[in-house]
């Protein structure tokens, strides 16, 4: 029976002690990035910020020395600016970086929906050409309008020639002629 390692004893690895940290859900926390950092680049946030130092500044210069909390220097404002930018920096990034994934996707369906229409207008293309080839063999209106005159034509002038014989005739029975002799 093999013994199990007890703790402290030097000559037995040591089992790994995983910290576990908080999951949190990337498209959440992305989309809460993305909102702050569209909040940060209004002008609304720029005159917020504009109050709030100007007031910071305004009350650690001229209010009395003992309610005065940042001196001259104005050490604490640097560092909450320096802070403000440091988280701020990274989640325009994360912003910038889901924005680009996005923009990616778009292109890539634009470009197949291109492809698509490409190849469509192709195909029309070709049965266009195909419908063009086989209308060459096709009567078309003016076509069949032009031999149907013609046709009438030909009728109406061997009407007139009908009639022209039909006034010729003799009263006596046609006597048989032979074809071969005129």
Excluded: C
């Amino acid at each position: 029976m093999a013994d199990a390692p007890r703790p402290g004893r030097l000559d037995q690895p040591r089992e790994p002690h995983r910290v576990r940290l908080p999951r949190f859900d990337p498209e959440v926390f992305g989309q809460w990035s993305e909102g702050i950092a569209r909040y940060m680049g209004t002008a609304k946030f720029l005159v917020y910020m504009t109050v709030v130092i100007l007031l910071w500044i305004g009350w650690n210069a001229l209010a009395p020395q003992s309610m005065r909390f940042d001196p001259y220097t104005f050490t604490f404002l640097t560092l909450v600016l320096s802070l403000q930018a440091s988280y701020a920096a990274p989640l325009i990034l994360l912003a910038q970086n889901r924005q680009a994934d996005r923009d990616r996707l778009a292109l890539e369906q634009d470009r197949r929906r291109a492809e698509m229409q490409k190849a469509d207008t192709e195909y029309l293309t070709r049965e266009i050409a195909a419908l063009r080839i086989a209308l060459g063999e096709v009567a078309t209106r003016d076509f069949v309008r032009s031999e149907l005159q013609r046709l009438t034509e030909e009728i109406a002038e061997s009407q007139k020639r009908a009639r022209k014989a039909k006034k010729k005739v003799p009263s006596e029975p046609y006597d048989e002629v032979d074809s071969d002799n005129p």
